[in-house]
């Protein structure tokens, strides 16, 4: 089984500063893919990021980053210079090789402030 | 590119009725495509994968009969709610996955509500 976990319900972040937001996951597959999804109050879920587990280096997607550190099953999404549009919830998700549909992490809601 | 279209993004309907959301991928080819759950200030929850041409995987605790899903081609899958009931109330969001990174993007939703 595999699992993902968000341990920060909610973040503060000035906006211009960076903010870090953790995710951690469990599985005892060799191969898996993780992402990052925003989800506005619109309720769309708008794709991120992606990292390969054998992906040598971190992902990165113009503000966004992941902090990949396989050995500590951690895959933390970094937003640099934040933006008041980055106010949303993200969620962080994996998958891997026996099954294709996500699993999602409860979530952390960004808030970005003046 | 990679665009999803989801419809409706509202319905509001009689308790009874069915309900029909549709979830097309617009740029892309969708091998599969995925129905999830959301319930308010919650995660989304799977409830069913479809492959085009094939009957969809439902997730334990979902119940085939009660949502219909069918996936007749890799740009079109539907769900079908039927009979619905108040608690069958939620945001229902829909995604597609065509390529190898299995990367899924999703529809903007659909929020039901069952009088």
């Known amino acids: 089984a595999q699992k993902i976990t968000q341990t920060q319900p909610g973040m503060f972040v000035q906006e211009k500063e960076a903010v870090t937001l953790d995710c951690t996951y469990d599985?005892?597959?060799?191969?898996?893919?993780l992402f990052w999804y925003k989800q506005p109050s619109s309720g769309e879920m708008i794709f991120l990021i992606y990292q390969g587990s054998y992906d040598q280096q971190n992902a990165t997607e113009g503000r966004y980053s992941l902090n990949f550190q396989k050995a500590r099953k951690s895959a933390n999404l970094v937003i640099s210079a934040s933006q008041l549009g980055d106010s949303a919830m993200y969620f962080c998700?994996?998958?891997?090789?026996?099954?294709?549909?996500?699993?999602f992490g409860s979530g952390t809601r960004l808030q970005v402030q003046p | 590119g990679a665009v999803v279209s989801q419809h409706p993004s509202r319905v509001i309907c009689k308790s009874g009725t069915s309900v029909k959301i549709e979830c097309r991928s617009l740029d892309f080819q969708a091998t599969t495509m995925f129905w999830y759950r959301q319930f308010p200030k919650q995660s989304l929850m799977l409830m069913a994968t479809?492959?085009?041409?094939?009957?969809?995987?439902?997730e334990q605790g979902v119940e085939k009969d009660k949502f219909l899903i069918n996936h007749a081609s890799l740009t079109l899958s539907t769900l079908t709610v039927t009979s619905a009931h108040p608690e069958d109330s939620s945001f229902y969001i829909c995604s597609a996955s065509g390529d190898s990174k299995n990367i899924q993007y999703f529809g903007a939703g659909t929020r039901l509500s069952v009088l």
């Open positions: 998700a994996m998958i891997n090789t026996g099954r294709r549909a996500l699993t």
């Open positions: 599985t005892s597959d060799p191969s898996y893919g």
């Open positions: 479809s492959n085009e041409g094939s009957k969809a995987t439902y």
